[in-house]
Structures are given as structure tokens and as C-alpha cells.
């Protein structure tokens, strides 16, 4: 789970607040804001739960891997963390690495998509986060999962996709 600040080009701010698996690198909720709001992140831990594709099973306790922000801690966080029963890790703190797997996705859609467009309004941001959201989990292949897409790797749909390009690899040469 992170926060991360959207300048516009008349100075004022948007707020983007997403959280990743960090397993299949599947975006599972986001929502921009002209404000920071705390309790934003509540309402995305919500929306992830209810688009983890598998029931839990009682004895799989969920990790939630956050950093020291306020909006990671705070009254209605934590009220939908033990409702929702998971397990919040601070990084850097009860564990040696951070939560750089949505910082570095943050990073890379704020210099290679957002900043090459015109960021004027909250509808403009908004527009374009939820179209490059949709491109990383449905079509853009990673390189750690042999060529599967995020939403390959989260639903387990894409299994035949790395013996299928090494054929074309051997195939091509």
C-alpha cells in the first residue's frame, strides 16, 4: 500500500493511493484525490479484499506491507485491518525490505506515462491512471514472469506463456 503526490500544472495536488500484489504485481485498487485522505486507504484495503480471486482460507493470514504514513495508520486503517482480519507489516521495521514492489510501479507510472501528458485537472489524472492500470495488469508482460501479465500471474491463466515464447525464440533464430 502507498500514497504517492500528482503535481498539475497550476501547481495544486493529486493524491494516488494504490495497493499492489506483490506476488503476481497486480494492481487490486487505486483512487485519486484532490485531498489527502487517511481514510482512503480503508476503503482501497476493502476493494482488495473483495478482488483477491481465491477465499481465504482462516488459517492464511494476509500481509499487508506498509510504510509509516498516516494514512497507513490511523483510526479507520486500522478498524478495517482487524475487520478485515490481515496482517499489517511496517517496512523497514518488523522487516529488513520496504514496500518498494508499489513505490517503483508509482514511479514508473508517473515518469513514463503521466508526466508525458498535460496533468491540468483531477478528471485528467483520473483518466489517464485508470487507462495505464489497465494496460500494466492486462497487457504489459514482466520480465520476472517469463512474459505472463500481471493478471496472468494473480488468476493462473498463463502458464503455457513461457515455453510458448521460448518456441518462438528458438523458432525466430
Known sequence: VDATLIRLLDGSKIYLHAIIDNFSRRILAWKTSATFDPSITADL???AEK???SPKSPDVNVEVMVDG???NYNRTADATIDELNLKRILAQTEVTFSNSMIEAWCRVLKHQWLFLHTLDTLASVTKLVA???AQHNEHLPHSAFKGQTPDEMYFGTGS???ERLERERLAAR
Do not use: M, T
Open 69 to 71: 504514513g498516516v494514512e
Open 45 to 47: 484495503l476493502i476493494q
Open 131 to 133: 487507462f495505464y492500470v
Open 51 to 53: 478482488e483477491i480471486s
Open 160 to 162: 503455457e506463456i513461457p
